[in-house]
T-cell receptor
Framework: EAQVTQNPRYLITVTGKKLTVTCSQN?????MSWYRQDPGLGLRQIYY???????DKGDVPEGYKVSRKEKRNFPLILESPSPNQTSLYFC????????????FGQGTRLTVV | QKEVEQNSGPLSVPEGAIASLNCTYS??????FFWYRQYSGKSPELIMS????GDKEDGRFTAQLNKASQYVSLLIRDSQPSDSATYLC???????????FGSGTRLQVQP
């Protein structure tokens, strides 16, 4: 089954404690991205990757890092989480970037206290 | 001005009626347009994509694109309670390698 898998689904952490949210896709897609979703603000892109070792900032990259060492994986790293990073996070992949359908992971609800 | 604008709703329609959802966008050169449905607490899923002016139909759903007026709409015929969700409009702006999403319209279909 074609899918994008995120882990964990739910995470509560404390300010400053480094965390990683994993994302993996099995569709051999070139393009992967991370979004955060906040009430009234919609989905905002954090980072994206056009292919292995190619990443770039989205609209709200501050406080986040990513890496793309393998085509299927695109982890999101919060080096020093802060309460304003409390949000619902989605990983997405698509075959050829924004011109093609994006498939979303199940979401990770992160709470930073 | 937001790049992609949607009325947040809720838009309430009775079961069996036509629901009309609208979206406007700022970049006249945009080429790719998508409608996603998102149930509460779930991930977005693609409903329709449209790339050229006019109508595109898929089952009960019709997407309409008017590039001159910079709007895209989604019509849902014979609305069902299971259609109650938030509908997200997404646009690929010229030169950008990412989709820009509107904040979504919440649709409520009353039984």
């Amino acid at each position: 089954e074609a899918q994008v898998t995120q882990n964990p689904r739910y995470l509560i952490t404390v300010t400053g404690k480094k965390l990683t949210v994993t994302c993996s896709q099995n569709m051999n897609h070139e393009y992967m991205s991370w979004y955060r979703q906040d009430p009234g603000l919609g989905l905002r892109q954090i980072y994206y990757s056009m292919n292995v070792e190619v990443t770039d900032k989205g609209d709200v990259p501050e406080g986040y890092k990513v890496s793309r060492k393998e085509k299927r994986n695109f982890p999101l790293i919060l080096e020093s989480p802060s309460p304003n990073q409390t949000s619902l996070y989605f990983c997405a992949s698509s075959l050829k970037g924004a011109i093609t359908e994006a498939f979303f992971g199940q979401g990770t609800r992160l709470t930073v206290v | 001005q937001k790049e992609v604008e949607q009325n947040s709703g809720p838009l309430s329609v009775p079961e069996g009626a036509i629901a009309s959802l609208n979206c406007t966008y700022s970049d006249r050169g945009s080429q790719s347009f998508f409608w996603y449905r998102q149930y509460s607490g779930k991930s977005p899923e693609l409903i329709m994509s449209i790339y050229s002016n006019g109508d595109k139909e898929d089952g009960r759903f019709t997407a309409q694109l008017n590039k001159a007026s910079q709007y895209v709409s989604l019509l849902i015929r014979d609305s069902q309670p299971s259609d109650s969700a938030t509908y997200l409009c997404a646009v690929q702006h010229t030169g950008r390698r990412a989709l820009t999403f509107g904040s979504g319209t919440r649709l409520q279909v009353q039984p």
